[in-house]
């Protein structure tokens, strides 16, 4: 583990939250705009669910590892990124486990991603599960 990433200032609970509302918004739009190009209108409410889940899939495993640069466009607006514990990039396998860890703390009734919130490496469980921190860029 290098000095850098050990002593590099982690990003803060709200910085991450909102990087994340930023990156939702920005999918949701996208998504919706495949969606309505891609099938044809109805009114069946999981039209396009399908196409939103694998966007996001995408963007974040594009984002997060070392294709993106490790930053999501909402966390390039706050100034955070993904980094290995050892302060190397993360890789689409890392950008992976880091994604299915991200469901499993959302779906534990968002425990795992307060974690961060009270963690004295400000890890969520998905940090924790992929090895990593979110740090200042």
């Known amino acids: 583990m290098t000095t850098s990433t050990v002593t590099a200032e982690k990003a803060s609970f709200w910085a991450r939250v909102i990087a ?8 949701s739009i996208v998504s919706q705009i495949v969606a309505g190009v891609l099938t044809p209108a109805s009114d069946d409410p999981f039209r396009g669910s399908g196409i939103s889940t694998l966007l996001g899939l ?12 490790g930053q999501t466009l909402g966390m390039r607006a706050l100034r955070i990124k993904v980094v290995k514990t050892d302060g190397t990039q993360v890789d689409i396998v890392g ?11 959302f779906a534990a009734l968002f425990i795992g991603v307060i974690w961060v919130a009270f963690d004295a490496q400000k890890q969520g469980w998905h940090d924790k599960l992929a090895s990593t921190y979110v740090v200042k860029a």
């Open 58 to 69: 995408a963007y974040y495993l594009y984002f997060w590892s070392s294709y993106g640069g």
């Open 20 to 27: 994340f509302v930023v990156d939702v918004v920005l999918l």
């Open 95 to 105: 950008a992976l486990i880091r994604y299915v860890g991200l469901i499993i703390s």
